[in-house]
DNA sequence: TTGTAAGCGTTATCAC
DNA sequence: GTGATAACGCTTACAA
């Protein structure tokens, strides 16, 4: 493997004019520093990250750490999609990515706290947090203690701490105003009701338009242990709101599953879709594009979120002094056919 | 940060004996190594990887290099799924594991590869190539070339390089064995015939129970820009189907995509999933629980296949004489309502 | 503008 | 059994 030592023989510059010339620091002619880059690319000269993490007491290493509830499918497809935004980000720095999982339990636990120290181990330059939990925000403070730069991203949008989140409660606005401005004017709630940011958003556009807050509660939602009862979830839901609000010619559901459960349901009971109801996803899922009417969803744009938050974890590993900073990404909608 | 020095100061020994007993190698009395661990404990001490990957010329890093085409949606949920399984397997070890993209243009050579592998990789202990293409091996090739311990993961099953492969053909064989077992009579095969594994497989059945090879190319499959006119390619691939197979009674569809327009294009012509006509999927995606009915599918092992990948790599990594070594994964059938 | 020398934390080699 | 000592490749004072 080349090194500077290499270089140095090669141009009959020292080490440490080469070192100074790669780096484009300190005093070097134009001359020497011409002949060095030179070299190096004919060598193939690759930084020895270890060695420079020695020399500098500093790590090139970025951890993901995603948090998975022992419930889930394993990870999901949308915190992929932010990791893979972040990586985007990393490239052509100098910075490596290193991907963690932790499976939590319900609270922090000795367990958790012993995967987190190993993570820690080899001192990553920074860490992002991904994955919904009161747990992210305790490793959170754990980590800031120990002046580790940190970002979360987060479902909720605080203001407390380093975070990205996910303007849920803003897209999920837009869609309803969307629906209005369709000449909707029942337009229904979908989902569990102990998540407030989409329906914050639902009552923020319905009240704005003088119309009524129809929210039917998914029962069971929560609970799930797997999709595909989500999916009959979606089916039962659908009856469920025809029978409160019979007068339904709209909805928004919490999830692109819910939503796909909902159209089947509604068809079920005979309903059109989009004719008789309009029914709006929430995440832009693969699943959006393959259910029947494909879905109008409102979607996380999650690349953007990972690039985000790499952004500000940088900032704040390049320039310690840098304050808590809270991010919000924005959603869009996507239109396809079933709203 | 506590190292050697600090544990060697306060039990009253050398750094290089404190060394010895921390690691179990070479001779330490055991009061000395005794002592040396309870002060480690005490201390917290955590051993500095970048000194030690320097001294010792060796890495604990293992790269993940993922080839994605640019007509993709970013990264395949299956390549993900894979991944997880490798860091689940690195879990407890020393190793961390570093996520790499490299998108490949349509003249993409395996220079321009090779050089980019170069720059986004400092050193690693092993590599694993993830994705379809025929510059994985040409990367595998070069990096073995340089001593890099390398394993593919791989569509075919070649027996030439360190691979772990998909059963695919073994997987279709059973799915269409299955059908034959179900009392079907008439299976198409509908996909791009281009690639072979899942035709070998298909014909081997068919042969075997004496039935009529019926099979159907998916015209523009190749060339989608993007799954929605997947969607669409399923759809008119139904209607193709019927009117060269009117008798057909099974198919086996190439993947979960194509599978999914497939149902819809036979529903719109009248026929009942599964009464008239049973599908089967490939790949299980997510989507495959989401379809009208829900999709009896091929599934790849893609957690295991990522387990196995990394154990082999480790493998070569700990003991260098280790041969090449190919690995096939079996695929399984999961039951839902297609077929 | 360039070179010399020290040191980061660890392990390997050797002498005691 | 144990302890000096010398690397590993790089950066940073400081000297030239």
Redesign the pocket.
Known sequence: ?T???DIAVRT??????V??A??G?????Q??RDRVVEAARELGYR??RA??S????RSYEIAVINFIAPTGSGCDTLNMEKVIGMRHFLARTDYELSLHFVYYEKHFTAQTALQIVDIIEPRPAGVVLLGDSDLSLDIYRHLVRQNLPCVVISHMERKDVDCVSIGRQGGVYQAVRYLIGQGRRNICYAGTTTCRTRIDGYCQAIKEAGLREMIVEADGYRHFTGLESLFEVGDQTARKMLTLFPEADAVQAYSDYLAAGLCAGLQKLERRVPEDIAVVGFDNRELAMFTNPPLTTVAQPNWQAGEAAMRLLLQKIENKNVGVTALTVPMEIVFRSSA
Do not use: F
């Open positions: 493997m090194n500077l030592k009959g510059l020292s080490i440490n004019t070192s100074r790669l780096r620091r300190g005093y070097v002619s001359s020497a930084p020895n060695a420079r020695l020399r500098c007491h």
